[in-house]
């Protein structure tokens, strides 16, 4: 009777260690979106591209025209940062929170639908995979609270 008992205890653990070793392999095995796209450069490439469309769309370039290059620079680098770190990479994001940076600039909801428009286009203009590309899709789409002004409280 102890003997079965004590048969039954080492199944159960070594079932145990078998499925934390393959879940730990899994984990190993699975990139981060970050790594998926391309890393770093891909991510740059990506926004730039993004904010090129957006700076010559006849109803957004408005929220771009006449800000100083430096700020512009500034902008772009931290939604680089904001994108790597978002999507698990090695980027420490150092800017304002989305709400506040977003706040009062007027932002609508039709200018958020041109926005989204324009980021697919950027993702098809780069042949993003289709899992990657609904993955950036919903990222940003999560952002949209924060950025329509009329949805900022
Ligand atoms: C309709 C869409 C959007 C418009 C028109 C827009 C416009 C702007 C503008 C004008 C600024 C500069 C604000 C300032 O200097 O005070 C800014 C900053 C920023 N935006 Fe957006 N944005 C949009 C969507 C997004 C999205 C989807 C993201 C994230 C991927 C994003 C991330 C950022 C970041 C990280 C900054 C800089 C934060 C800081 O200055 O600390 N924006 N945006």
Redesign the pocket.
Known sequence: MKKRFYKVIILIFTAILIFGCATTEKRKTQKSLYSRIGGYDAVAAVVDNFLGR?ASDQQ?KR??EGAEQD?LKR?RQ??VE??CAATGGPCFYT??D?KV??KG?G?TER??NL?VKHFVATLNNFKVPDKEKNELVAL?GS?KGS?VDSMID
């Open positions: 957006m957004l929220f771009f700020n902008t931290l939604i904001f994108v800017g304002r989305m940076t977003h600039l932002i200018d958020w926005a940003v952002l950025v």
